[in-house]
């Protein structure tokens, strides 16, 4: 057999795949500095040192921890319900006793819906609603906070996908001085807050949080192939703590190890090297791998071929490659999809939704593969909320990923000359890279 044929069959009848998504889950949902974060990377580090059978470096971040401690919200009046909201990460304390302010409803947010209520902003909480992350069209939530943050909103509330009291969460500011309070709250209570009788509903917000210095780690290991470049396969450890962030991204990690208990006998063979890199502070705002590629020389960067970065890739038996800009990185991907009779849609625009963007912003030809693109239907929507957990995802849709990921990736690994071309600092500046 041959090193595809080997590396399918290995992963055809690996049990290992799921145990690994199975066990990342029973952690909990790694918010990062929690006890279920740190377990994870110690798994994850002896399931690497395993995997690859070469040493793991854990690579100190230092950063300013974030954790919650409650987050209460009611609308003023008599005979209003009881509301329920949870405070988005990294969400400033509200000051002793809350804010009190009237909420004004913006719908879905987008840019025209700021636009349309300009004068209606400035000191009050802004309500728009969480859409699905993964379709073309779609505004982000940390788009629509910096929108409400410069027009003045004193604080800022996004209203859950889904229906029966579910909660949403996801991050907001930088953790700086100009961030505004905010929250996930569930849809019965953004209903609660709507207009009445044309009037903004008077509420209050109260939000306490710990903040304090700590540190976690990335996690990092290699196996060298017969050349100098590599191909960087990455997936971001840390999730959410309302659910166990079994889709995102338990099982980016779970294929990413497999790929690499799949490929590591061969690798030394082959052209180029592989390095597996488990990035944390994702959910961050990218913190854990924009400090990586910070820290590559741009030698370094020259070296790396190519970043697959795995992040929620089950949830629907489609895949996405959302390939940043790099044109050349679309033919590349569909041959190596097309070699197992695959199918694989790419998207080419820059998403800067996962840490592949922290590559790209260095030059790298870098791709996040996805699944549920432009499926708002599929069990992605669960992302964020309180209902993304193990038995989400279908067993077969993570071996499908681990087989398409190991098609490319071995792809990568082989093929002669570049993979797709590293974009000059001139050409990022062009694109809106900021360096
Ligand atoms: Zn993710």
């Not at 996805?370 to 038995?391: C, I, K, M, N, Q």
């Amino acid at each position: 057999m041959g090193t595809r044929e080997q590396m399918v069959s290995r992963i055809w009848n690996s049990t290992d795949l799921w145990s690994d998504l199975a066990e990342l889950c029973g952690f909990g949902g790694r918010f990062c500095g929690t006890p279920s974060e740190a377990r994870a990377r110690e798994y994850l580090r002896e399931r690497l040192a395993a995997a690859t059978g070469a040493p793991v470096t854990g690579r100190r971040i230092g950063y300013e921890g974030w954790q919650r401690e409650s987050c209460a919200l009611a609308r003023l009046g008599a005979g209003a319900p009881p509301l329920h909201g949870t405070s988005l990460v990294r969400s400033p304390a509200t000051p002793a006793g809350g804010l009190e302010a009237e909420v004004v409803d913006l719908g879905r947010g987008t840019l025209e819906d700021f636009r349309a209520n300009e004068a209606d902003i400035d000191g009050r909480i802004v309500l728009v609603r969480h859409e699905y992350m993964f379709a073309t069209g779609h505004v982000h939530r940390r788009q629509k906070y910096l929108w409400a943050r410069e027009r003045g909103a004193a604080g800022f509330l996004i209203s859950s996908p889904l229906p029966g009291q579910s909660l949403v969460t996801g991050s907001s500011g930088e953790g700086g001085p100009y961030d505004i309070p905010a929250a996930g709250v569930t849809q019965e209570s953004a209903a609660a807050l709507a207009r009445v009788r044309g009037r903004h509903a008077q509420s209050r917000l109260e939000i306490r949080t710990r903040r304090a210095p700590t540190h976690t780690e990335n996690i990092l290991a290699e196996i060298a192939g017969r050349g100098p470049e590599w191909v960087v396969l990455s997936a971001h450890i840390d999730g959410h703590d309302l659910a166990q962030s079994a889709m995102d991204n338990a099982s980016g990690l779970a294929v990413a190890l497999e790929v690499a208990r799949a490929l590591a006998p061969f690798v030394p063979a082959l052209p180029r090297g592989l390095r597996v890199g488990f990035f944390t502070l994702e959910e961050w705002a990218l913190t854990g791998s924009r400090i990586y590629a910070d820290s590559l020389a741009p030698a370094e960067c020259e070296r790396i071929a190519v970043n697959v970065n795995l992040d929620s890739v089950v949830g629907s038996p489609w895949l996405t490659a959302l390939t940043s800009g790099f044109a050349d990185l679309d033919p590349f991907l569909h041959e190596a999809a097309a070699a197992s009779g695959l199918t694989l849609r790419t998207f080419r625009p820059l998403m800067p939704n996962s840490d592949h963007a922290n590559f790209a912003r260095r030059g790298i030809p870098a791709l996040r593969l996805v699944a549920g693109f432009d499926e708002p239907d599929s069990r992605l929507r669960y992302l964020l909320t309180p209902a993304d957990t193990l038995d989400k995802i279908a067993p077969a849709e993570l071996k499908l990923a681990a087989l398409l990921t190991a098609e490319i990736v071995l792809k990568a690994l082989t093929a002669d000359g570049p993979v797709a071309a590293h974009k000059t600092a001139d050409e990022l500046r062009a694109a809106g890279h900021a360096q």
